[in-house]
């Protein structure tokens, strides 16, 4: 067995993705085919005994679509600005259409020169040239569903095509004959059928294009992460090289404030490195001679000297772009509600107009009655309503969604959170803030609080450090002025010293106490906070500890309340972590999360997600970090908050934009009302359909009950206006949660 990644040209919509997918996986020697529309590629295992590269690139063009070769890169289109523009066109020349064509039965005033009793010729050909427009527009549509036709595999796409070009082609031979002088048959055309279903089909794909290329730019901004350019020592001497000129075995140097260019090992020097995007870990990591340090990671306070041992596609990073590429080729085994109906609906409605034609001229009925029926049934099936039943409460839920900090990227998503049975959490930045803060003080002096956190934050002001952040952020969140230091001194590893009005303070952990000789008598206070997953930072004023402060990821404040409702949704919550399995702890008995899962890396959070899955659960992911990207793209539903890098945010397929976890709850809720409104749509559009299709056959004209194509054609729209009420109150629903 192998595997290939092609790039495929000429996919527009759902249907050529899809279409292109059923087609590969009929063909003998291919395994496994899984196209996906986003980045325009398929993934393709195939038995290589029976096939090569140019045989299924064959099959691809035989498919109607082109491959490009072997996918390498990832190209971004900007078209959505174009495809506004086009359909904010085709919106205004919907409502003309209609008011031209439909306006004088409803008592509209009429334009005189497109009067169709006075000014026939007039009327018609404005029509056509309309129509002619939507038959371009929806040009697409009507060649997808050839397509799928001819390789049985019949969608929406085919009844939307053959019911356009149907009524159409009828529309033409009526235009003809109006031509040759019969004048009353000029309300027998029907071309704004064609046209409004052309409409509201590129009104669903418009929606479903505005983010299309969402995960594309986020695997192209992982690659940002690294600098573009390092310092590499060449005999003694510094020189400036791009990452492409860095060869295995190169020492390079990386400066406080700088990233690590390529991954490697130190050789010489130390310093703090933040990790975090790679390993979750809000903590800065010390690193020394002898150390692995990863690329794009961010040197906090040292000089370091490393040897290049992985780079280019071997790198740290690479792997994760390499995952979350393969992520995005993995599908779910979910299908629409509507899809799968119209699996045996679209055969079926094509089968029943053709025989309904051939019957009436068996049975001695006119072809002009045969042709009319054929229309009639199709016109009156056409799936207008079946398409907007889902979108339609999609976009209303997304609306609302939106409004409340819930930022909805695929459209599946709405229809599947009421599924889950398992969410995963990141804990970094997503149970937690994930930035440091002050989490307790231990006073041992008569100095108030504020004081000491001024002094110390003064003096952490002079550092890098991200637990010296934590101070800093409090001076300015608070509004609390800066002192003047001086004699300010950094101890790598230890801590900081200096003088503020002449006091001499020492600030750092256990160890710094030990350097200077002084004695410290709070050891157990020290082991109680550390108990509680804190950092210790000791303040010492002229050789005597006046203050021990506890710094800590500090977690979310709806953390444990999101968490036990979820427990009685009967949804499991599993906490993943970089973190050290202590320290996991110690936040999981907080929370009340009986199951965690410590120490682990990116591979290895989708390996849980892979799992989880395996024994059939549904699996949402929340995380924040880069480190979650592929987890987050591999899960049924990957959450991302606010807070996070953009990488895992469109790396995501929903953004908690308050950073709010309550909305998981939400979103949750949301789903269930929705899925509920979708089934009472599907149940309206085929009511609709089941109740007219026997009516356009003819089969009550004995009770005096029949209907032409307009008739047909106003019962499609009157479908379509049942499932649009039905939708405006799912809002209203939603927004009394």
């Given at each position: ?73 990832i190209n971004i289109n900007k ?296 229309v009639t049934i199709l016109v ?193 919550p599993i906490m993943v972590t ?160």
């Amino acid at each position: 067995m192998k595997k290939i990644i092609l790039s495929i040209d000429g996919m527009t919509c759902s249907a050529c993705s899809n279409g292109l997918e059923k087609y590969l996986n009929k063909q003998d020697g291919i395994i496994n085919a899984s196209v996906n529309l986003v980045m325009e590629n398929a993934s393709i295992e195939y038995d290589k005994s029976k096939l090569n590269k140019t045989q299924i690139e064959e099959f691809v063009k035989k498919a109607g679509f082109k491959s490009l070769g072997e996918f390498k890169e990832i190209n971004i289109n900007k078209k959505n600005q174009t495809e506004k523009v086009k359909f904010i066109i085709f919106t205004v020349l919907a409502i003309i259409l209609m008011y031209i064509s439909m306006g004088h039965m409803i008592k509209l005033p009429v334009l005189s020169f497109l009067d169709p009793h006075v000014y026939t010729i007039n009327y018609m050909f404005v029509l056509l040239g309309i129509t002619l427009c939507f038959i371009i527009y929806g040009f697409d549509i009507i060649r997808n569903g050839y397509k799928n036709f001819i390789h049985k595999t019949p969608n929406m796409d085919t009844l939307v095509g053959i019911g356009v070009i149907t009524s159409f082609l009828y529309s033409l031979y009526n235009m003809y004959l109006v031509l040759e002088g019969n004048y009353q048959l000029v309300m027998n055309l029907y071309f704004e059928s064609s046209s409004i279903v052309i409409y509201f089909v590129k009104l669903g794909r418009f929606i479903d294009g505005l983010s299309k290329d969402k995960t594309k730019e986020a695997i192209q901004k992982l690659v940002k992460i690294t600098p573009n350019t390092a310092m590499i020592k060449v005999n003694g001497k510094l020189k400036k090289v791009t990452l492409d000129e860095i060869k295995k075995g190169d020492i390079l140097v990386c400066t406080s404030g700088e990233k690590v260019a390529v991954d490697g090992e130190i050789i010489e020097g130390k310093a703090h490195f933040d990790e975090s995007f790679i390993t979750g870990e809000s903590k800065p990591q010390a690193k020394e001679i002898g150390n692995n340090v990863i690329a794009g990671s961010l040197n906090y306070d040292g000089y370091i000297e490393y040897r290049a041992e992985k780079i280019g596609k071997d790198s740290t990073v690479s792997e994760i772009v390499k995952l979350v590429v393969e992520a995005t080729n993995t599908k779910a085994p979910i299908a629409k509600v509507a899809d799968k109906v119209s699996g045996f609906f679209v055969p079926t409605v094509i089968i029943i107009a053709i025989l309904t034609f051939i019957i009436y001229l068996i049975i001695g009925q006119s072809f002009e009655t045969a042709i009319t029926t054929f229309v009639t049934i199709l016109v009156v099936a056409c799936p207008c309503s079946l398409g907007l039943a889902t979108p339609l409460a999609i976009i209303v839920s997304e609306g609302v969604c939106a409004s409340n900090g819930i930022l909805i990227k695929k459209s599946e998503i709405l229809e599947n959170a009421q599924k889950t049975d398992v969410i995963i959490f990141d804990k970094t930045g997503t149970l937690t803030y994930g930035k440091l803060k002050i989490s307790e003080i231990r006073n041992f002096s008569t100095m108030k609080e504020e004081k000491i956190l001024q002094i110390v934050g003064s003096l952490e002001s002079k550092t890098t450090h991200p637990i010296g952040k934590a101070f800093v952020d409090y001076l300015e969140e608070n509004k609390i002025e800066k002192l003047e230091v001086k004699e300010f001194e950094n101890i790598t590893g230890y801590g900081i010293i200096g003088k503020i009005n002449n006091q001499k303070l020492i600030i750092g952990n256990s160890k710094i106490l030990d350097n200077y000789n002084i004695e410290n008598k709070y050891i157990k206070e020290e082991k109680d906070l550390a108990s509680k997953g804190n950092s210790i930072v000791y303040v010492v004023q002229n050789d005597k500890i006046i203050s021990l402060i506890g710094v800590n990821d500090v977690i979310r404040i709806e953390a444990k309340k999101v968490l036990r409702n979820l427990l009685d949704m009967r949804i499991q919550p599993i906490m993943v972590t970089g973190d050290n399995e202590d320290t996991a702890r110690v936040i999981a008995k907080e929370l009340g999360i009986t199951q965690i899962i410590a120490g682990v890396l990116p591979k290895e959070k989708s390996s849980v997600v892979k799992q989880l899955q395996k024994e059939n659960k549904f699996v949402m992911m929340c995380g924040d970090g880069i480190n979650d990207s592929p987890a987050l793209a591999i899960s049924d539903i990957g959450v991302s908050v606010n807070s996070g890098t953009d990488i895992a945010m469109n790396s995501s397929n929903v953004i908690l934009t308050n950073n709010n976890l309550f909305n998981i709850i939400s979103l949750i809720n949301i789903s269930k009302k929705t899925i509920k409104n979708i089934k009472q749509n599907l149940f309206w559009a085929f009511f609709y359909n089941f109740l007219m299709i026997p009516i356009a056959m003819g089969l009550l004209k004995p009770f005096g009950i029949f209907i032409n194509p307009m008739i047909a054609s106003l019962a499609m729209v009157l479908s379509s206006i049942t499932v649009i009420l039905n939708t405006l109150r799912l809002k209203n629903k939603i927004k009394r949660k």
